[in-house]
Nanobody
Framework: QVQLVESGGRSVQPGGSLRISCVGS????????MGWFRQKAGKEREGVAA???????NYGNSVKGRFAISKDNAKNILYLQMNNLTPDDTAVYFC?????????????????????WGQGTQVTVSS
């Protein structure tokens, strides 16, 4: 029922910018925790950013000040704006969704906290 489809990944030069998107369906998009994760070659999937129903955001340390998560509830689209990209940002970027649990005051950036996942979109930063 729940579906998440990412798009917009491509190859860009260091210092460049890119916006990737995730279209959700089959769930209450406006009320769910939504997150972006990334997985670098040979490494564990890591949290990038998360946003809750009120628009409160949470970012991983490596992207603070460079990336911005946002969403359009009317269109069920989640965005990740990526600026000042470096080769270390090269990864497959995944969209994730989770109904908030009791006791959550902010949407987490941890992989086990999310049940629903998209297929991923490749972002490559190189000269």
């Amino acid at each position: 029922q729940v579906q998440l489809v990412e798009s917009g990944g491509r190859s860009v030069q260091p210092g460049g910018s890119l916006r990737i998107s995730c279209v959700g369906s089959g769930f209450d998009f406006s009320r769910y925790c939504m997150g972006w994760f990334r997985q670098k070659a040979g490494k564990e999937r890591e949290g990038v950013a998360a946003i809750d129903d009120d628009g409160d955001t949470n970012y991983g340390n490596s992207v603070k000040g460079r990336f911005a998560i946002s969403k359009d509830n009317a269109k069920n689209i989640l965005y990740l704006q990526m600026n000042n990209l470096t080769p270390d940002d090269t990864a497959v970027y995944f969209c994730a969704a989770q109904e908030p649990a009791e006791g959550w005051f902010v949407c987490p950036g941890t992989r086990p906290s999310y049940k629903h996942w998209g297929q991923g979109t490749q972002v490559t930063v190189s000269s």
